[in-house]
């Protein structure tokens, strides 16, 4: 039979990105008229790229303080056979958190910022530059800058990502006192204090803690304490206890120090790392005003003033009684003055 061609336009659309060579498939389908399919109702059609693209690898990246740089990845794509470049820099648009090591900080810088050309040879389709990552000690939250590719040059053009978003992740432990005044009432038996740690929690941490005189004494006021608080992972508060002695004085309220000491596990220690204990005394004494009281006899009345010393934060009662005196010069409540009992109870 004979054999007749026939042929269909197919547009093909030139872009401006570097994305190497392309194929699409053609096929045959639906065959009318009696007529059938032959072995070759299917083909392939490669579309040469004649565009080269510079682009970052990735559109974001996390890194951690702890790492020494953030790695920033630049790739050439479609044509090879000649030599380009583009311009990196770091840059800090709205919504960035990081600090630049050029800008001054109470909580520290969190990289230093960069700048350059990346170039690439003929043949050549990878490369990377660094950006030093500063670690400092502080819990703070994530923090973010931008790295920006531009002035392509070699006839290349902006690929598919030419902006980075870097995220810094923190990696800081603090441990603290959770105040740095703490108080307990000497009849409690015993204080306890409260340490935490904030910032990273999945891993373990342990930090050295002791006791020492102030005006409250060791051994007289209290039990002196030292020792390690563990902290496991996902665990961010601990505690220790100091054995309160409960004596009968009545005395000033008395103050001890606590410190924390020695954080192992990547920890650092933060403010409070100090604090006191101040023991309240809870003891109450009476006591007449004067040891000797003098009154007429043609005094129909005498006041006598009792003083209360200690805590004044809780209720207490005394009871008052009159006894006569003894010997010749003794008083009688029959015929000198009204005696007082204590209520019956």
Do not use: H
């Not at 502080?138 to 598919?160: H, M, R, Y």
């Not at 005094?299 to 003033?305: G, L, Q, R, S």
Request: aromatic share 6%; no cysteine; charged share 15%.
């Amino acid at each position: 039979g004979s054999t007749m061609k026939v042929s269909a336009a197919l547009s093909i659309i030139n872009d401006v990105l570097g994305e190497g060579d392309e194929t699409l498939n053609l096929i045959l389908s639906n065959a009318r008229g009696g007529a059938t399919l032959g072995p070759q109702a299917a083909a392939t059609m490669t579309i040469r790229d004649n565009d080269i693209s510079v682009s970052l690898s990735t559109a974001v990246l996390s890194v951690s303080e702890g790492a020494t740089n953030a790695v920033i990845g630049v790739i050439r794509t479609g044509g090879t056979n000649t030599p380009v470049s583009a311009t990196y820099a770091t840059a800090l648009p709205a919504g960035s958190t990081a600090i630049p090591a050029t800008t001054p900080s109470t909580t520290g810088p969190d990289f230093i910022p960069v700048s350059g050309q990346i170039s690439f040879a003929a043949g050549e389709t990878s490369k990377f530059f660094t950006v030093p990552i500063l670690n400092d000690a502080v819990v703070e939250a994530d923090d973010t800058f931008e790295v920006q590719l531009f002035n392509f040059t070699g006839g290349s053009t902006p690929g598919l990502s030419t902006n980075t978003v870097v995220t810094i992740i923190d990696d800081d432990i603090n441990i603290s006192f959770a105040s740095s005044a703490f108080s307990v009432s000497e009849d409690a038996g015993v204080a306890v204090i409260t340490v935490n740690r904030i910032g990273v929690i999945n891993s373990s941490v342990s930090v050295g803690f002791a006791t020492t005189s102030g005006s409250a004494i060791a051994g007289l006021d209290y039990a002196n304490r030292s020792g390690t608080l563990f902290f496991g992972a996902g665990v961010n508060s601990q505690t220790f206890t100091v054995a309160l002695v409960d004596d009968q004085l009545v005395e000033p309220d008395e103050l001890l120090n606590l410190i924390l000491t020695g954080p192992s596990g990547g920890a650092a220690l933060v403010s409070p790392t100090t604090a006191t204990l101040t023991i309240l005394d809870d003891e109450v004494s009476f006591n007449f005003s004067l040891s000797n009281y003098t009154v007429g006899e043609l005094d129909t009345t005498i006041n006598v003033k009792v003083v209360r010393s200690g805590n004044p934060n809780v209720a207490a009662f005394v009871d008052l009684e009159t006894l006569d005196g003894v010997g010749v010069a003794a008083a009688n409540s029959a015929t000198d003055y009204t005696a007082i009992s204590p209520p019956k109870r």
